[in-house]
């Protein structure tokens, strides 16, 4: 019998029309994975920030104050509303704040920025949770945010793209070596009777859905078919495992480059944790505080009080615990470098009106003694 007459017989043109296929698994989405998880570490590492507003001198808190560190407006609180706005700088490399007639300070959800040569750029279009102002907002009136000069998303596509097709190889390939393998072998009779072939579709259903759900499963064995079922254990399944984390923790490694994070920090690695933790405040944390501080800086200070001293910093969270550094901080103190408020200020504290703060001090041990005579000349018996 040739080919073309096998495939016309009744009784094999049945068996193409049983659904022997079932996928129960979902591909895993690792690139959503790797940018929550890197975006998000940010983003609550700046949520934990103070903004301090300096006037004539001083540190004030003012209504600016409240704005930045409490209550941004009137549906979120500050850390929910930083966190909400680095994630979406990071995300999508910009960032649009405006602000309401109510003074209140809103993350836009959408706009069409308007990119000038020589007048103020203005955006059109912002979208704030569903409501679209009507009005164009200029340069000078926003906060307008970027995260780097470039987009990061075609860079993670193209990354994902290589390493999404080999995480989708090993991954059918590891299910491949675990699959149950089955047989039903069915008599001529059977195969020309619809019931007979509903039968069999209606077994083949019940065996899958006994094997998926229970431990124990028994196939009773019914005239007409036979069922016989080829386990495929091939190769080791713990490698293929590895193969799998290995390839998604090196997706999730490129992305934690590309923002600037540590690794073994992002990672939970406990070895040299505070030398990686300085490196990240240094050369991530405080670089992204600079933009939001400057953006703040040139829009809500007029550059005269700037220029006179007044100022919002901000202050980033501790990786060091103030009690490890007095030792340091006594040094700094008695050599005569520093006076005890500006020792605060770099620790994050206020100053604080004490006049004893405001003076320099000079231990005996860092005094400068000349030598004299009397002092270079030995005693009679030497």
């Known amino acids: ?15 193409f029309d049983l659904e022997l296929f079932q996928d129960v698994s979902e591909r895993a989405h690792m690139r959503k994975l790797a940018i929550d998880t890197c975006a998000s570490f940010l983003a609550r590492t700046i949520s934990q920030a103070e903004f301090r507003v300096k006037e004539n001198g001083k540190y004030t808190k003012n209504e600016l104050y409240r704005r930045l560190n409490l209550r941004p407006n009137v549906n979120q609180t500050a850390s929910t509303y930083w966190q909400k706005t ?31 040569a020589v007048y103020e750029d203005t955006f059109s279009q912002v979208t704030v949770n569903g409501y679209t102002f009507e009005r164009v907002f200029k340069q000078s009136e926003v906060l307008h945010l970027k995260f780097a000069n470039e987009k990061l998303s075609p860079l993670i596509d193209a990354l994902y793209k290589d390493y999404g097709e080999l995480f989708g190889r090993i991954l059918s390939s590891q299910k491949r070596k675990n699959q149950i393998r089955s047989t039903v072998n069915i008599d001529a009779m059977t195969s020309k009777s619809d019931e007979g072939m509903a039968n069999v579709q209606d077994f083949i259903d019940r065996a899958y859905k006994s094997f998926s759900e229970k431990d124990v499963a028994f196939v009773p064995q019914m005239p007409g078919f036979e069922y016989k079922e080829h386990f495929s254990g091939g190769g080791n399944g713990i490698l293929s495992v590895d193969e799998i984390n290995k390839v998604t923790d090196g997706f999730f490694d490129q992305v934690a480059l590309a923002l600037g994070i540590p690794i073994p ?36 200070v007029e550059p005269q009080d700037y220029l006179n001293g007044d100022i919002v910093t901000v202050k980033v969270p501790n990786y060091l615990d103030i009690f490890d550094l007095s030792n340091a901080v006594d040094k700094l103190r008695s050599s005569g470098i520093m006076n005890g408020n500006e020792i605060r200020t770099e620790l994050g504290l206020e100053e604080v009106d004490i006049p004893q703060l405001n003076s320099y001090f000079i231990t005996k041990n860092y005094s400068d003694v000349m030598p004299s005579e009397e002092n270079l000349k030995g005693g009679e018996n030497e």
């Open 86 to 116: 680095v994630y979406k700088l990071v995300y999508e490399n910009e960032c649009l704040i405006i602000k309401s007639d109510t003074d209140d300070l809103l993350v836009a959800d959408s706009f069409v920025h308007n990119s000038k």
């Open 1 to 15: 019998m040739g080919l073309l007459e096998f495939f016309k017989r009744k009784d094999v043109q049945f068996s």
């Open 265 to 300: 920090l992002i990672r939970g690695d406990m070895a040299d944790v505070e030398k990686v933790t300085k490196n990240y405040m240094m050369y991530t944390i405080k670089p992204l505080v600079k933009k939001i501080s400057d953006e703040i800086n040139a829009k809500f």
